[in-house]
């Protein structure tokens, strides 16, 4: 009878010590065994591992991309503005114009745009005393039609004073037409800008291209390469994001 309980006390997981006063618990017996075991010390480690990675984690995040306070996704851009026009034949001279831009993504878009500028007159009436011909009107027009894409990889915000002002950079490439006297063709365009949003629908930007393209004078024809650099202003619809 005596062994009968015995084993079943066994089985119940509850056994006595060998003085046989008193019972014990052999669960809790594994328990505080494996106090000085290596388990207890790994489920340590683990939990400690887990904290840093989720502190790590946390730092990444804090780290990683905002959400714009300018979208630009989808929406229309209207710019008109003007700047200084250096050709590698003629003198520097002014150049006004504008264009339509429309942004498929924050970072892709399509440009069309128009520029208007003229030859500059004093460097015409030079090569008219000098060769005791006239070239060409001395206030010639020189229209430039263009259609570029538009990448903007940085959007990004500085300090002006006490505002804060977010920016974005674009780089420019695409092809365009040339109407003047001394030249009529395609051209190659390269460029690159800067944008500084005001508000939800409003933009200041400033932007450097290169026009590569053919250029007939004194009955010879040249590669030039010539550069403008203008500041704008940019009106976005609609008017909020």
């Given at each position: 009878?005596?062994?009968?309980?015995?084993?079943?006390?066994?089985?119940?997981?509850?056994?006595?010590?060998?003085?046989?006063?008193?019972?014990?618990?052999?669960?809790?017996?594994?328990?505080?065994?494996?106090?000085?075991?290596?388990?207890?010390?790994?489920?340590?480690?683990?939990?400690?591992?887990?904290?840093?990675?989720?502190?790590?984690?946390?730092?990444r995040k804090?780290?990683?991309?905002?959400?714009?306070?300018?979208?630009?996704?989808?929406?229309?851009?209207?710019?008109?503005?003007?700047?200084?026009?250096?050709?590698?034949?003629?003198?520097?001279?002014?150049?006004?114009?504008?264009?339509?831009?429309?942004?498929?993504?924050?970072?892709?878009?399509?440009?069309?745009?128009?520029?208007?500028?003229?030859?500059?007159?004093?460097?015409?009436?030079?090569?008219?005393?000098?060769?005791?011909?006239?070239l060409t009107?001395?206030?010639?027009?020189?229209?430039?039609?263009?259609?570029?894409?538009?990448?903007?990889?940085?959007?990004?915000?500085?300090?002006?004073?006490?505002?804060?002002?977010?920016?974005?950079?674009?780089?420019?490439?695409?092809?365009?037409?040339?109407?003047?006297k001394t030249?009529?063709?395609?051209?190659?365009?390269?460029?690159?800008?800067?944008?500084?949003?005001?508000?939800?629908?409003?933009?200041?930007?400033?932007?450097?291209?290169?026009?590569?393209?053919?250029?007939?004078?004194?009955?010879?024809?040249?590669?030039?390469?010539?550069?403008?650099?203008?500041?704008?202003?940019?009106?976005?619809?609609?008017?909020?994001?």
């Amino acid at each position: 009878m005596t062994r009968a309980l015995l084993v079943l006390l066994a089985l119940s997981g509850v056994a006595y010590a060998e003085d046989g006063d008193r019972p014990i618990d052999r669960k809790k017996t594994a328990a505080a065994k494996s106090d000085d075991g290596a388990e207890p010390e790994r489920s340590t480690q683990m939990c400690v591992d887990q904290e840093i990675a989720d502190r790590l984690a946390l730092k990444r995040k804090r780290r990683g991309a905002v959400d714009r306070l300018f979208v630009k996704q989808h929406r229309h851009e209207i710019t008109a503005g003007g700047g200084y026009y250096a050709s590698d034949l003629l003198s520097g001279t002014y150049l006004v114009g504008g264009s339509y831009t429309f942004h498929m993504t924050d970072e892709t878009a399509v440009e069309f745009a128009g520029w208007y500028t003229h030859a500059n007159a004093d460097i015409i009436r030079a090569l008219e005393d000098k060769r005791g011909v006239v070239l060409t009107d001395t206030y010639a027009r020189m229209i430039f039609a263009e259609s570029l894409l538009n990448w903007s990889p940085v959007y990004g915000k500085l300090r002006l004073g006490g505002t804060i002002v977010h920016f974005d950079l674009h780089a420019d490439i695409g092809v365009g037409v040339i109407d003047s006297k001394t030249s009529r063709g395609a051209a190659g365009v390269v460029g690159f800008g800067l944008r500084l949003f005001m508000g939800q629908a409003a933009a200041f930007r400033i932007d450097a291209r290169n026009r590569t393209f053919r250029q007939e004078l004194l009955e010879e024809r040249f590669l030039v390469n010539d550069t403008a650099v203008t500041a704008s202003l940019s009106l976005f619809l609609p008017f909020s994001n």
